[in-house]
Nanobody, 114 residues
Framework: VQLQAYGGGLVQPGGSLRLSCAASRSIFSLNVGAWYRQAPGKQREFVASITSSGSTNYADSMKGRLTISTDNAKNTMYLQMNSLKPEDTAVYYC?????????WGLGTLVTVSS
């Protein structure tokens, strides 16, 4: 399976972005899908997850500002991020939970700056 995250970019503080994760085959209907991020100089950390039944979980640092969702017909997972802060600047990756090493892709860079 190949997972490709995209949709990142430069956004001002308080702005919004919607990230997408395209899978090469059906995976999110069978596994817990998840987003992770790695800020400069820090370890990769969990951001959000969604089960095949739609139950979601969010990191405390971003709770209330995120919405994770999937479209199983398109083999795609999304992450809507609102009220972005400079500390949200990171490379965002998609994977399943728990993550599988070979599923890590290049991620997509989100930069929050004025």
């Amino acid at each position: 399976v190949q997972l490709q995250a995209y949709g990142g970019g430069l956004v001002q503080p308080g702005g919004s972005l919607r990230l997408s994760c395209a899978a090469s085959r059906s995976i999110f209907s069978l596994n817990v899908g998840a987003w992770y991020r790695q800020a400069p100089g820090k370890q990769r950390e969990f951001v959000a997850s969604i089960t095949s039944s739609g139950s979601t979980n969010y990191a405390d640092s971003m709770k209330g500002r995120l919405t994770i969702s999937t479209d199983n017909a398109k083999n795609t997972m999304y992450l809507q991020m609102n009220s972005l802060k400079p500390e949200d600047t990171a490379v965002y990756y998609c994977n399943i939970f728990p993550p599988i090493r070979v599923y890590w892709g290049l991620g997509t860079l989100v930069t929050v700056s004025s």
